[in-house]
């Protein structure tokens, strides 16, 4: 693994069809506006619809969206996510935040400081309780989502996981 400090904007949020970086490599930046944050570079085994879609990422680096199979029993328990920074290709190699403040896409509403989980939206997270979702760790929300999907911009990353199931 190689860690890269001072990545720019412009690296985070390129896709590429050529790696760029040495896949599985770590990368941060002190964001003006968010802070401190990290990010992975990941390739992409589908596409992500766009910034702030939560993807999970297997042993080889391989990132897709989370939903309820990608992240079920026996599939998903303990590999990273992180979120897209831009509408990614499939097979394209790109960048995932992992710490610090960013975005996330959530479904209807989503409360402060509750558990967020995996939903059958790939990509988006939620706040529900039904029983056999995954529970997504080291990800919470600083500011409620509305009635609608959306992508909230106060979002936490704490080197999230998936984590056990509801």
Sequence with gaps: MTAILGLDNDAIVASTGTPAFQVGSVG???DLTNGYQEFLYVHASEIITAAG???LVSSSYEAQMVDTTSSAPGVGAG??????MAAI???E???IQIYGKGSVRTLASAAVGTELTSSATP???????????????GLSLGTA????AETNADAYYNYPNVGRTL
Excluded: H, K, P
Excluded at 145 to 148: A, I, L, R, T, V
């Design 28 to 30: 941060g930046r002190n």
């Design 53 to 55: 879609y939560l993807c």
């Design 79 to 84: 590999l990273r996510v992180g979120a897209a």
């Design 89 to 91: 290709a499939d097979n």
């Design 93 to 95: 190699w790109f960048w």
């Design 123 to 137: 990509g988006a997270v939620d706040d529900a309780t039904t029983a056999g979702l995954e529970v997504i760790d």
């Design 145 to 148: 989502s509305g009635g609608s």
